[in-house]
């Protein structure tokens, strides 16, 4: 009867950890108007069952998207307010990074929306803001975002072995303890 508790408590714990949300993020996140920005789009495939197949990037009014990169085996097709990129594969697990050139023609605040593609005919999207401000430059080399997203990643990752350690010791506890002596 022990056994099923040392079972329970191991399972409660791995059900308990939050697992980290990655999703489609680029770098870096603000220009100077009139400054041309070459914008890296991390791409991740979250996805057990499915490859991403496609990738959207639309920018709102105040933003133009100028280029997109060209990478092997996917095509891409480029307007002023959306770039698509179609034809390759992310597979399960895996990541890609896909680049654009954009200017921000007004300062403010504006969301880019993009959309990853399964082949399985579904989609997931995302907005992130992109800052457009005088005086501030875009500072290649200083990612910042990922930088953010690997301390949030790193202290999941020690709250999860904490988590698993203490539930490994109660389980074993349970296990190990001595019966208890029935009172006849």
């Known amino acids: ?3 099923p508790s040392c079972a329970l408590a191991c399972a409660l714990s791995l059900v308990i950890v939050p697992s980290a949300a990655a999703h489609v993020i680029f770098s870096p996140t603000a220009a100077r108007p ?3 920005v070459r914008i890296a789009l991390t791409t991740p495939n ?17 933003i133009t998207l100028d280029q997109a990169e060209t990478k092997l085996g996917w095509t891409a097709h480029v ?27 007004q300062t403010g605040t504006f969301p880019l929306r993009m959309r990853e593609l399964f082949a399985d005919g579904s989609s997931a999207a995302y907005v992130q803001p992109f800052l457009v401000r005088a005086g501030e430059a875009a500072t290649p080399g200083r990612d910042s975002g990922a930088r953010d997203l690997g301390k949030a ?7 999860a072995v904490v988590l698993a350690a203490g ?6 506890w349970l296990w190990l303890r001595p019966p208890p002596r029935d009172a006849a």
């Open 1 to 3: 009867m022990r056994r």
């Open 34 to 36: 009139g400054e041309v």
């Open 46 to 62: 979250e996805r057990d069952d499915t490859a991403v197949v496609g990738l959207d990037v639309e920018a709102p009014a105040g």
């Open 79 to 105: 307007g002023p307010t959306r770039i698509s990129w179609r034809g390759g594969r992310i597979p399960a697990g895996q990541f890609t990074i896909f680049s654009l050139t954009l200017t921000g023609e």
């Open 153 to 159: 990643a790193l202290f999941l990752a020690i709250a």
């Open 167 to 172: 539930a490994g010791f109660l389980g074993l």
